[in-house]
């Protein structure tokens, strides 16, 4: 495979150890797999006995998790590989539970951003920031909403991304799922911020560009970026809400104000 299919095969065979993928959507009547699995991919993971083909879902192997871990390892002897990987330590959940493994940051289209540093040495993107960035990738690549035209693009608040195909009975369920996943995120971040994070996490352009784009003062989109993600990152994995404190008293209790 070359490396636009095993970065395919990898984000199929993630959905498939999260739960079984189903090979129609409702209103698909015939026996084939939907717009959104490359039918060529599919036979050839089922054929290295990566994947299992039930009557309506491709389910899971034995095998499943190890390739992923292979494939998310660094490949020893390979130093020309080397080269272009930036590894981190990650965990891989599995039904067997929990797997170390080394994730190539160099696939992040946040990546080139990864060097900016504070002023005291920490990262400019926090690594909450930085996960919440490739969930939107990951999201809006596997819904396949980019557009056909190149242009500015802006968000759209509704059940359809501008640009995209329209979600027909040619779309999986999981794939009108991720779209809606897209749309809740753009809610989230709210027009203001959606744009710029859409722009440099979706459609991979330079911090300058989008400046440019949008006529910002030089250095204003990465505060945007940053600003934007942990909007989405709140979002992704919402604050746990601290409890109120109760204070019980007697029939009759008041409480003392100060200054009364």
């Given at each position: 495979m070359d490396r636009p299919q095993q970065k395919r095969a990898r984000l199929l065979l993630r959905r498939v150890l999260a739960g079984p993928v189903p090979l129609f959507s409702p209103?698909?009547?015939?026996?084939?797999?939907?717009?959104?699995?490359d039918a060529e991919l599919v036979d050839r993971l089922i054929a290295e006995g990566l994947l299992i083909r039930t009557d309506d879902h491709l389910c899971a192997t034995s095998e499943?998790?190890?390739?992923?871990?292979?494939?998310?390892?660094?490949e020893a002897g390979d130093?020309?590989?080397?080269?272009?990987r930036t590894l981190e330590p990650q965990v891989l959940v599995t039904p067997e539970?929990?797997?170390p493994v080394r994730r190539n940051l160099a696939e992040s289209p946040l990546f080139p951003l990864l060097r900016l540093k504070e002023k005291d040495g920490r990262p400019f993107l926090p690594e909450e920031a930085v996960a919440a960035g490739d969930r939107l990738a990951a999201d809006f690549d596997f819904g396949n909403l980019q557009p056909r035209i190149t242009a500015s693009w802006q968000p759209r608040l509704s059940t359809r991304v501008k640009g995209a195909a329209p979600a027909g009975p040619e779309l999986s369920d999981s794939r009108i799922a991720a779209r809606?996943?897209?749309?809740?995120?753009?809610?989230?971040?709210?027009?203001?911020?959606a744009g710029v994070a859409l722009d440099i996490c979706c459609f991979g352009k330079g911090l300058e560009i989008v400046?440019?784009?949008?006529?910002?003062?030089?250095?204003s989109a990465k505060l945007m970026l940053r600003t934007a993600l942990m909007a989405l990152a709140r979002h992704y994995t919402p604050p746990v809400a601290k409890p109120r404190t109760r204070h019980w008293g007697a029939e009759g209790f008041r409480p003392e104000?100060?200054?009364?």
């Open positions: 209103a698909e009547a015939q026996a084939h797999p939907p717009a959104d699995l499943t998790a190890a390739y992923l871990r292979r494939a998310l390892c660094d130093p020309f590989a080397d080269q272009h539970g929990r797997q809606a996943r897209v749309n809740r995120a753009i809610e989230a971040m709210g027009p203001e911020l400046e440019r784009e949008r006529q910002w003062p030089a250095r104000m100060e200054g009364g």
